[in-house]
C-alpha cells in the first residue's frame, strides 16, 4: 500500500496539471474539475496496472469522465451555459496577438464544420501535443485507425479551408 | 506540398491552444489540488475489509461534490459515513414529489389539444422592448451545494435572463424562491426567501462566455408536423445539433425547454409547440394539482431515461392559458454504484433529480427593468 500511495503521489505531482489543462479545453469549472477528480480517482484504484507512460492513459480516464460529465449536464441543460466560458470555438477567450489572426480564425471556424471525431483527433494532436500512437491511446483505437483518421480529418480541414464550403460531418455526433 | 499546407493549419491550430500548459503547471500546488490528492488517498483507505475506523470518509461521489465545490469556493467537505456499511440512511435530500389528481381528465394526447386551443387565444407576454426576458426557479441535484450533515440543501435558484436579438444580454441567478399568488387573475410572483444569498450576475460575451443569438421564431412553422422537423435542425441557436443516442422526440423536447427558458414565445407558437408535444411517445395524463410555486398546474409525463436510469419527464401547464410553468426530471429506478454498494446519485427513488418553474416571460428595454 505504501509504494504504491507513493507511486500514485508521482503520478499526481507530475501530471494533474496536464489532466486539468485537458479537461479545461473542453469543459468550464466547476465541472473540469469534476473530471480531473474523476480521472484520477480511477487512476487510484488501478494503480497496479498504470503503465510506463501513464499521460495518455490518463488523458483516456479523463475523457472517460468528461463523456459521463457532458451526458449528465446534457440531460439538465446547463452544459450549454457552462462550455460558453471554455469551449474550443469560443474566441472570445483568445488573447492571440501573434501574426495570422485572420488565419487562425479561419482555421477555427473550418474546425467546427468537422465532425467530432475529426476535431477530437485534431484537438489531441495540436493542443495536448500527443504523438499519433498516443492520440490512439487516449481514442481507445489502434494506431493504424488514428494515422487513417488523422490523415483524412487533415485533408478535410485543407479542404474546407480552400472550398469555404459546408463539410457534412463524417461521423454524424452531434458537437455537444 | 499539401502535407506543408496541413502542417500549417495544425500549428495555427495549437497557437488557439485556450490554456496552454504554462498557465496551469502550478495547479498541483493548490489547495484544491491538495485537497482531492487527500480526498482520493483518504478514499483508497475505506476500501479494506476491516471496518474503518470512525472517522468521516469521502466516497467517490463526495470527493466529486467536493471538488466542484471547492472549486467554485464554496463551502467544502461534507459527511457521508463510510461507504458499504450503509450506516444511516444519508442520502442526499431532494424536493418533495409533487401530487397530481387525474381524476375527470382525458388521454393526454386531448389535454394537450385543449391546452393549445387555449394557449393560441391567450393574452402575448406583457412589455415590450428588445430583451427577451424569462424569471425561472430552478434546483438541480448535480449542482446541489452541500454542507456538513450528510445532505444536501434544496435551495433552488432564480434567474433572470434578458437576451436580446443578437444574444447580448445578461443574467442573475440568486439562491432563493419565489412564492406566486393570483391578483386579480394574474399570477403576482414574488421571491419570498433567499437562502444563502449568493448572487451570480453573467454579462453575455464578456469574460468568455458567448452570445447566443435568440432563435428567430418567426421563422418557426405554426403547421405542427412542419414545426416537428424544425425542431430537430440545429440552427446554430437551438440547444443541440441531434444525437446519435437521443431520439427524436427526447431533442424535440429538449428543444422546446430551451426556448421557454431563454425566449418569450407568442400564443400562436406555444399552441403549435403543445401540438408536437403531444405526439410524444408514451406521454399520460398526471392530472391536476399545484406547482412548487403555489400555481395550479395540469400536468402529463412519459417515461425517459435520466443519470442512465429509468426516469420521469413531467411537464407541468397553467390550465387556463396552456403556458409552460414547469418541467420536472424523476428517476424512479435505483442504479447501485459497485464501489460503493450505495446509489451512483445516492438518493432514494423516487427522486427528483431536476425541477424548473418558469415565472415569469415578457419584454423590456433594459437589462435591468423587468416587464
Known sequence: MAHNEEQFRALYEDHYAQVLAFALRRISQPYAQDVVAEAFLVAWRRIESIPAEPLPWLYALARNALANQRRTLRRQDQLKAHMDGVTPHSSAIYRDHADGIAEADAVETAMRRLGRRDQELLYLIAWEDLKVADAAEVLGCSVTTAKVRLYRARRRLAKLLSDDVPEVPNSGVARR | ?371
Not at chain 2, 461534507?78 to 382525458?106: K, N, Q, S, W
Not at chain 2, 409547440?273 to 399520460?284: A, F, H, K, M, Q
Not at chain 2, 435505483?334 to 415578457?362: C, F, H, K, M, S
Not at chain 2, 428595454?365 to 423587468?370: G, M, W
Open chain 2, 1 to 371: 506540398m499539401n502535407t506543408d499546407i496541413e502542417d500549417r493549419l495544425i500549428e495555427l491550430l495549437a497557437q488557439r491552444n485556450p490554456v496552454p500548459l504554462s498557465t496551469v503547471e502550478s495547479s498541483v500546488r493548490t489547495p484544491e489540488a491538495e485537497r482531492l490528492l487527500r480526498h482520493i488517498l483518504g478514499d483508497s483507505r475505506t476500501r479494506s475489509t476491516a471496518p474503518p475506523p470512525p472517522r468521516t470518509r469521502i466516497t467517490r461521489r463526495r470527493v466529486l461534490a467536493v471538488a466542484a465545490t471547492v472549486a467554485a469556493g464554496a463551502i467544502a467537505l461534507e459527511v457521508i459515513g463510510p461507504p458499504g456499511l450503509h450506516r444511516g440512511t444519508a442520502y442526499a435530500a431532494t424536493p418533495e414529489l409533487l401530487r397530481f389528481d387525474p381524476a375527470g381528465l382525458p388521454a393526454a394526447r386531448t389535454v394537450l389539444a385543449q391546452l393549445a386551443d387555449r394557449a393560441e387565444v391567450a393574452p402575448p407576454a406583457p412589455g415590450g422592448g428588445i430583451y427577451d426576458y424569462v424569471l425561472t426557479q430552478g434546483w438541480y441535484l448535480n449542482s446541489a451545494v452541500t454542507r456538513k450533515g450528510a445532505t444536501s440543501t434544496i435551495e433552488p435558484t432564480l434567474t433572470e435572463t434578458w437576451t436580446s436579438r443578437d444574444g447580448s444580454g445578461r443574467s442573475v441567478a440568486v439562491q432563493g424562491e419565489a412564492a406566486v399568488t393570483r391578483v386579480g387573475g394574474r399570477n403576482d410572483v414574488r421571491i419570498v426567501r433567499t437562502g444563502s444569498g449568493r448572487t451570480d450576475t453573467l454579462t453575455f460575451g464578456e469574460n468568455g462566455t458567448q452570445r447566443i443569438p435568440l432563435v428567430d421564431l418567426g421563422r418557426f412553422s405554426r403547421d405542427p408536423k412542419a414545426l416537428s422537423k424544425e425542431l430537430l435542425i440545429n440552427n446554430g441557436t437551438l440547444t443541440y445539433r441531434k444525437a446519435d443516442d437521443n431520439p427524436d422526440w427526447l431533442q424535440r423536447v429538449t428543444n422546446i425547454r430551451e426556448l421557454y427558458r431563454r425566449q418569450v414565445i407568442p400564443p400562436d407558437l406555444r399552441a403549435a409547440l403543445l401540438r408536437v408535444l403531444s405526439e410524444t411517445p408514451g406521454l399520460v395524463t398526471l392530472g391536476r394539482g399545484h406547482d412548487r410555486v403555489g400555481r395550479r398546474v395540469v400536468a402529463v409525463g412519459f417515461q425517459s431515461s435520466s443519470y442512465g436510469r429509468p426516469a420521469a419527464s413531467n411537464f407541468l401547464f397553467d390550465p387556463d392559458t396552456g403556458v409552460l410553468v414547469g418541467y420536472e426530471e424523476i428517476v424512479t429506478a435505483t442504479r447501485i454504484n459497485p464501489d460503493t454498494g450505495r446509489d451512483y446519485l445516492n438518493v432514494q427513488t423516487p427522486a427528483v433529480v431536476e425541477y424548473e418553474a418558469y415565472l415569469a416571460a415578457g419584454r423590456t428595454n433594459a437589462t435591468n427593468a423587468r416587464p
